[in-house]
């Protein structure tokens, strides 16, 4: 096949065929929609079409820690239950606890009775001392690492759900290694707003309000043991103040926004701001009701991410499982808390570690320029081939057009992803295009020099410079594809372009420009050459 | 036939001296510069030391003095502001130099600005917001990434060539490497991973040099054309000499369109390439082949295959 012209040039225009073939909905929108809904196209990067990308690092021992939290609280719940009296509660090391007990057999009751109650606890008797002995429970193993496994997915699931209801399109949310998320946004307009969705950890949690002890009191650090202040931020409607106000609160949540079925926007009725309407599935809408009904006259805050948002006073029992959130909420804000009430609650919080937004204007700036740039140095090359090779710098500009249109052909069949630095990559790829031709131009007049003729020296050159050629790709290539391993952001996109590139080259350098000599020379051989 | 270089016959190898006093004096400053970007006294990019930075494009000209001190009422006073001329664009840089906080504060900022200044609205062109983690993270892969891809190719060439041409080509592109950085630390421009990507670049492309004079002069070897190996070198830099020229040139062509038309992203990074085309080309020449001399001495053995 490389000895037949009629097949090399088979598969030059083969080649060709498909490469349109898969470019053309790249660059154009009106193909017929068979043609166009069948082939990849080109994916512009974020920083060609504007968006956001976000890397966020899951807080996994935070959620460990609130894990166990939740267990200790509920084993103390269940020793004042048995009488069994807690002197002194304290964390023990990762997913731990130890609660002190006086002396006698309270401290081994405590264990029986917790190893029955919470089969996920590994819970062992410590040491005795004179004034007590203690009791050491830690979360199995396998329950951590449950948490550590699900705070990511799970974490990846919620957030793509949310943004699935905010309506991008073709977002990208994958977990990085152990504990990283990273979300791409694609034009993304409001994009503060976005940052927000996304990384609100939106744990929703129906908490007492304590009014047994003074908040003045708690303040000044007298919290009582199963207390905790928390504040309720307001916006005044008239000046736009922000204020806070503290509350003192039980601990302990008597239910959590897991329970939600669904929650709306209801947009001011009478005087009220936008407000948020949840309804429960049975067992929340149940619980719902037994609370209501046993606190009648009490207030109930309603607490998203450690901040009260609502504590109005139980009027009276409801059991149709329905709540509301009201606050001084913007229409977008009632919208996004919607949302994330019916996404879930992150398992764990997160917090943005990288966040580079694009605006959609710099984005078509610079695609403009860098567009612009590619073509005019391109453009140069091309005419300064020409003129200083004359025909075979125009055989060499014909191998550069197939090179740049079987590349973007090919990161299209990729569905690749163009960059800025993908764009650098191509003009760096041309530019080694140009070296191969170079090259072998110099080469072949070398043999003519050497008195060649003209068919001998054209062989001639291409033998000679062949081992150039390759050598000079395959390390450009050993650095592409390092670059693209190890590499992030950015170096990617380089490294993308530029190892399609050169390999395409060796292609379009060898055989493209030889085969057009081979084709003269087989009609009628060459007596001179414009070289 | 149009040639601009035409038989010449320029005793390289005899200038040697003289590139390596030039070579070492910019290596000490590259040396420097290294030294001093790993001290954290280098003007970074965010992305590889973490920090804030935020491109604004106002409507209307506005006072740079007047949002310094809006900054630094709002506790940015360390913020480095830069402006682009003509076009009303700001660019502000936050938190860099090893600050530890991980608070993003692009948000609180631009809302600062926006209600300070609601005469002249803007548009937020763009917001790069990375902790200082990430940005260690983003120098290391790099490092590694520079590292393994010099050993990689140390070990193609060892084993296409000799193991001492290996070496000297990866010394060439390190050369090419440290003079870059050592320049652009003292020129003070930023840099960030793009810069990294022109490095690699630049380190490619002068790779592709001296594989080529490598492989001259391996031919020449073989044929014996010369008596000793110096001679061979000035023979093959001669014989390609004109290559060598005519490939920077059109390199040339393309980095300077990048540099004049593609825009303020593109700038820094176009500038490296220029200067690193012009590095690559002298390294290939007056380092690579030198070395290998230096190291193998005069005797005219074949290099393999």
């Not at chain 1, 209801?165 to 791409?184: L, S």
């Not at chain 2, 040697?16 to 910019?26: D, E, G, I, N, T």
Request: hydrophobic share 50%.
């Amino acid at each position: 096949m490389w000895k037949s012209i009629t097949g090399r040039i088979t598969m030059i225009v083969v080649l060709t065929t498909v490469s349109i073939i898969v470019l053309a909905p790249s660059l154009t929108d009106r193909l017929p929609s068979g043609w166009k809904d069948r082939v990849p196209k080109i994916n512009l990067g974020l920083d060609l079409q504007g968006g956001v990308f976000l890397r966020l690092a899951v807080e996994i021992d935070k959620a460990i820690e609130n894990t166990s939290m939740r267990y200790a609280d509920d084993a103390r719940a269940v020793c004042r239950d048995k009488a069994l009296p807690v002197l002194a509660f304290q964390k023990a090391g990762e997913g731990g606890f130890s609660l002190r007990f006086p002396p006698g057999d309270f401290a081994s009751r405590a264990q029986a009775a917790l190893k029955e109650e919470f089969p996920s606890l590994d819970v062992a008797l410590g040491e005795v001392k004179a004034d007590g002995a203690t009791v050491i429970a830690r979360m199995k193993p396998a329950e951590i690492q449950a948490i550590r496994t699900n705070a990511v997915v799970q974490g990846v699931e919620t957030i793509r759900n949310r943004i699935d209801q905010f309506g991008v399109r073709e977002p990208q949310i994958i977990a990085e290694g152990e504990d990283r998320i990273v979300v791409q946004l694609p034009g993304v307009k409001d994009q503060q707003r976005a940052i927000e969705l996304v990384g609100k950890t939106a744990l929703l949690e129906f908490k007492l309000v304590d009014e047994g002890a003074s908040v003045e009191e708690a303040l000044k650090g007298n919290v009582p043991e199963d207390g905790q202040v928390l504040y309720q931020k307001s916006v005044d409607p008239q000046s736009g103040r922000a204020t806070k106000t503290p509350l003192l609160v039980k601990k302990r949540a008597l239910l959590t926004g897991d329970t939600i079925k669904t929650a709306r926007v209801n947009f001011g009725d009478q005087g009220r701001g936008a407000h948020v309407s949840l309804s429960f599935d049975t067992r929340g809408a149940k619980v719902f009701d037994r609370v209501t009904a046993e606190n009648v006259k009490r207030r109930l805050a309603i607490v998203l991410d450690d901040t009260i948002y609502s504590a109005p006073v139980i009027q009276e029992r409801i059991s149709g499982g329905e709540a509301q959130i009201t606050g001084s909420f913007t229409p977008e804000e009632a919208s996004d808390l919607a949302i994330v009430l019916r996404a879930g609650s992150l398992p764990a919080p997160v917090k943005v570690i990288q966040n580079v937004s694009i605006g959609p204007s710099l984005g078509q700036d610079s695609i403009r320029k860098g567009v612009r740039a590619a073509l005019i140095g391109a453009l140069l090359v091309v005419a300064f081939m020409a003129f200083y090779y004359r025909f075979a710098g125009m055989v060499a500009d014909f191998a550069l057009v197939f090179n740049i249109l079987f590349l973007l052909a090919g990161m299209a069949a990729f569905s690749a992803t163009l960059t800025l630095p993908g764009i650098a990559g191509i003009i760096l790829a041309i530019g080694m295009a140009v070296d191969s031709n170079v090259l072998i131009i110099e080469r072949i007049r070398e043999e003519i020099r050497a008195k060649k003729s003209v068919r001998a020296a054209i062989d001639a050159g291409y033998d000679k410079a062949f081992w150039t050629v390759v050598d000079s790709h395959v390390t450009t290539l050993i650095t592409a594809v390092i670059l693209f391993q190890f590499g992030t952001g950015p170096i990617k996109g380089f490294a993308v372009t530029l190892s399609m590139g050169v390999a395409i080259n060796l292609f379009t350098a060898l055989v493209c420009t030889k085969v057009v000599f081979d084709y003269l020379n087989a009609r009628k051989p060459m007596q001179a050459l414009s070289i | 036939m149009i040639e601009l270089v035409k038989n010449t016959k320029i005793d390289f190898m005899g200038l040697k001296k003289y590139a390596f006093v030039f070579s070492a004096l910019l290596l000490v400053l590259g040396l420097v510069g290294t030294v001093q970007i790993y001290r954290g006294q280098a003007n970074l990019g965010i992305d590889l030391e973490g920090g804030t930075s935020i491109q604004l494009k106002f409507q209307k000209p506005f006072s740079m003095n007047e949002i310094r001190s809006l900054l630094a009422k709002a506790g940015h006073g360390e913020a480095a502001l830069q402006e682009v001329s003509g076009e009303n664009i700001l660019m502000i840089k936050l938190g860099a130099h090893g600050s530890q906080v991980e608070k993003m504060v692009a948000g609180p900022v631009e809302k600062l600005l926006r209600e300070s200044l609601p005469g002249n609205p803007f548009v937020v062109e763009s917001v790069s917001e990375i902790g200082p983690a990430i940005g260690h993270k983003l120098r290391q892969d790099a490092a590694l990434a520079l590292l393994i891809s010099a050993l990689a190719i140390i070990l193609y060439l060892a084993w296409r060539f000799e193991f001492k041409f290996g070496v000297a080509a990866a010394i060439a592109t390190f050369h090419d490497v440290f003079v870059i950085v050592g320049i652009f630390w003292v020129l003070g421009i930023e840099m960030d991973l793009l810069f990294i990507t022109a490095l690699l670049t630049i380190g490619g492309y002068s790779l592709t040099d001296t594989v080529v004079v490598f492989d001259r002069v391996r031919e020449n070897i073989r044929l014996r054309k010369m008596k000793t190996f110096s001679e061979t070198i000035n023979l093959s830099v001669n014989e390609v000499l004109s290559r060598t020229i005519i490939t920077s040139l059109t390199t040339f062509l393309a980095t300077v369109s990048l540099l004049a038309f593609g825009g303020i992203v593109l700038r820094d990074f176009a500038l490296a390439l220029t200067m690193g085309i012009a590095i690559g080309t002298y390294s290939s020449i007056f380092i690579a082949s030198p070395v290998v001399a230096l190291w193998r001495g005069e005797k005219m053995t074949d290099v393999k295959r």
